[in-house]
């Protein structure tokens, strides 16, 4: 599987591609739709799926499911679990803390999206209305249980792995 960051609007929201077999998923379409299209290319989007509903990371989200005649995946209609969409299958996983709704994506057993649940060396805040720190501390130990060399990506800043997260993140101590 192919993973492409890109860095969308104001806040540098990361958007991801996943690409496979000349289909794709989109993660997070913040903002900047035309430049999110040119990287989709010719492959075929089979879904959006989206880790919370801030508008840094849902701001191209109208743009993108009118252009690509695509479905969107949220907490509203994915159960936490294994899920299939078109060569994909991956795991939701329910992160609340930095809002209510907040998902991770889970996949081949080596990546893990996080949206603003986790980042590299800290955490996402949870004094907005939907946050809740004692939820997101929950969170980060669902996620403990995952293998140690998994690599996380996180909705802003750069990748980390579980096992750096697990040495140096205060939060994860």
């Known amino acids: 599987m192919q993973i492409k960051r890109i860095k969308v609007g104001y806040l540098e929201t990361n958007c991801y591609i996943l690409i496979k077999n000349n289909e794709c998923l989109i993660i997070d379409p913040g903002a900047e739709g035309k430049k999110i299209i040119g990287e989709v290319g010719e492959n075929k989007v089979k879904g959006i799926l989206i880790t919370h509903s801030h508008p840094d990371h849902i701001g191209a989200l109208k743009e993108l499911k009118e252009h690509f005649k695509c479905d969107v995946y949220d907490k509203d209609n994915l159960n936490e679990g294994k899920h299939e969409l078109g060569v994909f299958t991956f795991e939701v996983i329910y992160t609340p803390g930095h809002t ?69 993140n205060p939060y994860m101590q």
């Open 100 to 168: 209510s709704d907040s998902l991770s994506y889970y996949f081949d057993n080596k990546y893990l999206f996080t949206g603003d649940f986790l980042f590299k060396g800290t955490i996402g805040r949870t004094d907005l209305p939907t946050g809740n720190y004692d939820k997101l501390l929950n969170s980060l130990e669902k996620i403990k249980k995952y293998p140690k060399e998994i690599k996380i990506y996180p909705g802003h800043m750069d990748e980390t792995t579980l096992i750096q997260e697990l040495e140096t």
